[in-house]
């Protein structure tokens, strides 16, 4: 049943224009505009790949916490208090809905990378890139769905862009963090985004990725997992 659940949701999900639209399509036209205004360095054409990648990944993950906050608007938690499923079950399968769904984001990018910009990678980098990328998105569906359970709809939706755009432009997904100032690029460091996009450069670069990333991102993973659980639970008090 958690198998039928979730092939639904992904269903509703990427019959959503508005999902399809500016959770693909954008990260997609910002990469080509970033790497095609004047002159650019072909490093800079495969690192902006990854950083546009991370940030549509980050983009669909988050979403899921906004279906979740208009499910409970429309009754639909509620529906689902009545079926077999555990709430465990059902946490379980938006999770898995979000990790689903930000698949096609990267794939979007990386084959805007591949077939306009002319980034070339050894087969086995854009395999091992892929799936860091889709496994590192992990947190990031925990803090959206910690934001549909806790919050109203029309706040989710406004906690998700805030988070969204700060994440993305402090951690470095936009912009080098080169260009930072000294306070900023420290941060810079600590924040789950720019550790998530240091999955995908290292592997670019050859390497694997170091272990204060891994540290730094499962820290986060269990915060934003604790997060989730906890809003889950008030959820099922109140709705």
Same mark, same amino acid.
């Given at each position: 049943?958690?198998?039928?659940?979730?092939?639904?949701?992904?269903?509703?999900? @990427?019959?959503?224009?508005?999902?399809?639209?500016?959770?693909? /399509?954008? +990260?997609?036209?910002?990469?080509? @505009?970033?790497?095609?205004?004047?002159?650019?360095?072909?490093?800079?054409?495969? $690192?902006?790949?990854?950083?546009?990648?991370?940030?549509?990944?980050? !983009?669909?993950? @988050?979403?899921?916490?906004? $279906?979740?906050?208009?499910?409970?608007?429309? !009754?639909?938690?509620?529906?689902?208090?009545?079926?077999?499923?555990?709430?465990?079950?059902?946490? #379980?399968?938006?999770?898995?809905?979000?990790?689903? &769904?930000?698949?096609? #984001? &990267?794939? #979007?990018?990386?084959?805007?990378?591949?077939?306009?910009? /002319?980034?070339?990678?050894? *087969? =086995?980098? =854009?395999?091992?890139?892929?799936?860091?990328?889709?496994?590192? *998105?992990?947190?990031?569906?925990?803090?959206?769905? !910690?934001?549909?359970?806790? @919050?109203? /709809?029309?706040?989710? /939706?406004?906690?998700?862009?805030?988070?969204?755009?700060?994440?993305? &432009?402090?951690?470095?997904?936009?912009?080098? &963090?080169?260009?930072? +100032? !000294?306070?900023?690029?420290?941060?810079?460091?600590?924040?789950?985004?720019?550790?998530?996009?240091?999955?995908?450069?290292?592997?670019?670069?050859?390497? #694997?990725?170091?272990?204060?990333?891994?540290?730094?991102?499962?820290?986060?993973?269990?915060?934003?997992?604790?997060? *989730?659980?906890?809003?889950?639970?008030? *959820? $099922?008090?109140?709705?």
């Amino acid at each position: 049943m958690l198998f039928e659940y979730t092939k639904l949701e992904v269903r509703r999900t @990427l019959r959503d224009f508005g999902f399809v639209f500016f959770g693909i /399509g954008m +990260p997609v036209l910002m990469y080509l @505009l970033f790497t095609n205004l004047g002159s650019v360095e072909t490093e800079w054409k495969t $690192a902006s790949m990854v950083g546009m990648a991370a940030y549509g990944a980050l !983009g669909a993950a @988050l979403s899921t916490g906004g $279906a979740v906050a208009e499910d409970k608007t429309v !009754g639909w938690l509620r529906q689902l208090r009545v079926t077999p499923m555990s709430p465990r079950q059902v946490v #379980a399968g938006r999770a898995l809905t979000g990790s689903v &769904i930000v698949l096609p #984001a &990267i794939v #979007a990018v990386f084959t805007a990378g591949a077939l306009v910009n /002319g980034v070339r990678l050894e *087969a =086995w980098q =854009w395999i091992v890139l892929t799936l860091l990328l889709w496994l590192g *998105a992990l947190p990031f569906t925990m803090l959206g769905l !910690g934001n549909g359970y806790r @919050l109203t /709809g029309a706040t989710t /939706g406004v906690v998700n862009t805030a988070c969204n755009l700060g994440l993305s &432009i402090v951690g470095g997904l936009w912009f080098p &963090i080169d260009m930072f +100032p !000294g306070w900023l690029r420290s941060l810079s460091d600590f924040t789950p985004t720019h550790r998530f996009a240091d999955l995908g450069w290292q592997t670019t670069n050859g390497h #694997a990725p170091g272990l204060g990333t891994v540290t730094i991102l499962m820290g986060w993973l269990l915060l934003f997992g604790w997060y *989730a659980v906890m809003s889950y639970r008030r *959820a $099922a008090r109140t709705v």
